[in-house]
């Protein structure tokens, strides 16, 4: 069975955008030159429960296209759930035209949008971009909750919102993108530290769809809408921080919300948001892990992340 991108980019659009033993062989790759920052092959927390013989070969097939590989063996028995980590969680596969299933299902062939020298260097900017935001975010020396914190910020504050941008690797290169791109930036970039992220899927008010993220900020899981944030006040506030979901439907969107494969995400709800005050926050300043929110009234509020 063959998987082409027309026919997942399609799926992934309308979704939002998991067992058999490993077949043993070699990898056949283009070699490529070392880039920056080799990626971590991270996907989207809600498929955590994927069979690991399908992440194996998710793994084996975005380390492929990092290097620029052709031809992969793999076990191809749970080709879609591969292809779900693969469009639903490696951002270079916006450089890839199809991943197809050899006709002897002893692994699939790679083909790409540009030749081997413009793959490669296409791929060692992505890296070095990624590279350089994890060490501006403090990715490795700062505790799981600040690290979050300085993600969200550093999205909100460098990215614009632009309808005709739909994917994670325009949106981390060039700062732009519609809230699944923007979303789809901040999940990875967490993900990329260490900090699980869930991709999640709502409806504005006029019913369009509308993207945003869930993670955990200490032992709770909350949601993170950082497209909305970037469009107050330059991303300077923490508006759209930590939120439940009856604070979101207070913003704007309907009730009810799934993941990227449709199926219903839990509430998060609770008597008391420990982050309400950040509803009205105008700015911040961090110094260790307190976090010192200036409310629009003037007033501010103090937390411990």
């Known amino acids: 069975m063959k998987k082409t991108i027309s026919v997942l980019l399609a799926l992934v659009l309308t979704v939002g955008l998991f067992s058999a033993c490993s077949k043993d062989g070699k990898e056949e790759t283009t070699t490529a030159a070392p880039a920056a920052y080799t990626l971590a092959y991270t996907y989207d927390s809600h498929y955590k429960q994927t069979d690991p013989s399908a992440v194996r070969a998710y793994e084996k ?8 590989g052709v031809a992969v063996r793999v076990n191809t028995d749970m080709m879609d759930d591969v292809n779900r980590l693969l469009y639903t969680g490696f951002p270079l596969m916006a450089l890839v035209d199809t991943v197809s299933v050899n006709s002897d299902n002893s692994g699939v062939t790679i083909k790409y949008k540009n030749n081997a020298d413009t793959h490669r260097q296409l791929v060692g900017a992505f890296s070095q971009k990624v590279n350089t935001i994890l060490k501006a975010c403090g990715k490795g020396t700062v505790s799981h909750n600040v690290y979050l914190l300085n993600v969200y910020h550093y999205v909100a504050t460098h990215t614009t919102y632009d309808d005709s941008v739909t994917d994670t690797y325009t ?9 699944a791109a923007i979303s789809g930036m901040f999940e990875f970039l967490l993900q990329q530290g260490g900090v699980d992220a869930w991709h999640i899927v709502g409806k504005d008010a006029a019913g369009n769809p509308w993207y945003f993220t869930r993670c955990t900020l200490g032992d709770t899981v909350y949601n993170f809408d950082v497209a909305t944030e970037l469009s107050a006040r330059k991303g300077e506030g923490l508006t759209c921080f930590a939120m439940t979901d009856k604070e979101l439907q207070t913003g704007g969107l309907q009730k009810g919300f799934t993941y990227s494969d449709n199926e ?12 309400a005050a950040l509803r009205s926050c105008a700015y911040f300043t961090l110094e260790g892990n307190t976090l010192t929110a200036v409310l629009y009234s003037g007033k501010t509020a103090t937390f411990t992340l």
């Open 61 to 68: 097939i975005a380390k492929a296209i990092a290097e620029g």
């Open 171 to 179: 949106a981390i290169l060039q700062g732009k993108g519609m809230s």
């Open 264 to 275: 219903k995400a839990p509430a998060v709800k609770m008597k008391k948001n420990p982050y």
